[in-house]
């Protein structure tokens, strides 16, 4: 996301070791190939030294998942939270902001926070970041009778409509 410098052993043919460091840019994807210019091992016939090419690879996060420039989160919400909208605080590398749930969302709709998400490392700033896309995940209160009591009382709000219905193959 922000970039690192990484230092690294390099064990040369003939059992030398040396340690060299690497800026990975900020924004870097997996398989993006980092070169370090004549760092590499020497040419053929005493020509110059060759090139080392590291190839990143990004760890998964626990909370957010890479699509392209955009960073993805899965937002716990509570039934009234969805219901009747609210407020609430989304983490993002910048700091917590807060979003407003609308009203009425389901799970599933995704809260689009512009320029959250990581940079791209040709078009530097702000306007060179993706977004980060908060995705509504309504989450029920542990079972009990009262929980039973109150969903049986929202099934009317359906009108009979199948929620099913479009689950057609």
Known sequence: MRGATK???????????????VKVPPGAAEGTVVRLAGQGGPGQGG????????SVRVLPHRLLSRDGNDLVLELPVTVAEAGAGAAVRVP??????????PAGSSSGTRLRLRGRGVPDPKRPGEEGRGDLIAVVKIVLPPPSDRLAA????????????????ELKL
């Open 7 to 21: 230092t690294f052993a390099l064990t040369s043919p003939d059992g030398t070791q040396r340690r060299l460091k």
């Open 47 to 54: 020509g110059a030294a060759g090139d080392v090419l590291l």
């Open 92 to 101: 993002t590398f910048d700091g917590d902001v807060k979003v407003k749930v």
């Open 150 to 165: 109150i969903a049986s009382e929202l099934e009317p709000l359906y009108g009979g409509e199948d929620v099913r219905s």
